[in-house]
C-alpha cells in the first residue's frame, strides 16, 4: 500500500498568514494528489485535485504543487473559514489512501 | 444540482449486518464511480471501497480491512448505490461518506454528508 505522510499534524496560524501543508508520498505517484477540507461534524470537502488544480468555487487563496512523491498545499492568506483539518488523498494505486490530517487552528 | 444523501446508518451488535444506502440526484449514476470513505469517531478518513460505472461493468474495488464482509451494489434505475455490511466489528463504528468520482483523472468532487454506524458488543 502506498502509504501518505502529512507534516505538520497541526499548525497554529493566524488570519492573513501564509500556510503551508505538505505531504509525502511512499512511492512515486505522479500527479494522482488531492487535497480535501473537513470542519468538526461535517463532509470533506475537495479542494484541489491533480495535485494543483483547483475546483470549482474554491478560493484562488488556496494552491497545490508537486509531483512524485512530494506535494504541498499552501494558503497564501488564511481566512477565518480556513481554520479546519486538511487531508492528501492518492489514487494512483489501489488501495486508495489518505494522509492522517493536518489540523490547522488559531 | 448534484447531490448524495446517505442513509441506513444505526446502532447493531457485533457480527450483525446493516445495508447503507447513498441516493444521489442531480447526474446519471450509471455514468460514475462511486467511493465510499469511513470516518471513525475522532480519526482521520479511511477509504472503504469504490463501484465503477456502467462503462467498466460496475465492477469493485476494497479496502483489505473491508473485504469479504463488505459488498457495493448499485441500483442505477433508482438511482442509488449500496454499502452491504456483514459480521461487522467494533472498528467498523464510523461515519460512513459516499462521494462521486470524476474519471479518467480519479478525483472526487461531490461528497455525501454522511451516515453514522455504531457498533456495540
Known amino acids: 500500500d502506498i502509504q501518505m505522510t502529512q507534516s505538520p499534524s497541526s499548525l497554529s496560524a493566524s488570519v492573513g498568514d501564509r500556510v503551508t501543508i505538505t505531504c509525502r508520498a511512499s512511492?512515486?505517484?505522479?500527479?494522482?494528489l488531492d487535497w480535501f477540507q473537513q470542519k468538526p461534524g461535517k463532509a470533506p470537502k475537495s479542494l484541489i485535485h491533480s495535485a494543483s488544480t483547483l475546483l470549482s468555487g474554491v478560493p484562488s487563496r488556496f494552491s497545490g504543487s508537486g509531483s512524485g512523491t512530494d506535494f504541498t498545499l499552501t494558503i497564501s492568506s488564511l481566512q477565518p473559514d480556513d481554520f479546519a483539518t486538511y487531508y492528501c488523498?492518492?489514487?494512483?494505486?489501489?488501495?486508495?489512501?489518505f494522509g492522517q490530517g493536518t489540523r490547522l487552528e488559531t | 444540482e448534484v447531490q448524495l444523501v446517505e442513509s441506513g446508518g444505526a446502532l447493531v451488535q457485533t457480527g450483525g449486518s446493516l445495508r447503507l444506502s447513498c441516493a444521489v440526484s442531480?447526474?446519471?449514476?450509471?455514468?460514475?464511480?462511486v467511493d465510499w470513505v469511513r470516518q471513525a469517531p475522532g480519526m482521520g478518513l479511511e477509504w472503504v471501497g469504490r463501484?465503477?460505472?456502467?462503462?467498466?461493468?460496475?465492477?469493485?474495488e476494497y479496502a483489505a480491512s473491508v473485504m469479504g464482509r463488505f459488498t457495493i451494489s448499485r441500483d442505477d434505475s433508482e438511482s442509488s448505490l449500496y454499502l452491504r455490511m456483514n459480521s461487522l466489528q467494533t472498528d467498523d463504528a464510523a461515519v460512513y461518506y459516499c462521494?462521486?468520482?470524476?474519471?479518467?483523472?480519479?478525483?472526487?468532487?461531490?461528497w455525501g454528508q454522511g451516515t453514522l454506524v455504531t457498533v456495540s458488543s
Open positions: 488523498r492518492q489514487h494512483m494505486n489501489y488501495p486508495i489512501t
Open positions: 462521494a462521486r468520482v470524476i474519471t479518467p483523472l480519479g478525483y472526487v468532487d461531490y
Open positions: 442531480g447526474f446519471t449514476l450509471s455514468d460514475y464511480y
Open positions: 463501484s465503477r460505472n456502467r462503462a467498466n461493468s460496475y465492477t469493485t
Open positions: 512511492q512515486d505517484i505522479n500527479k494522482n
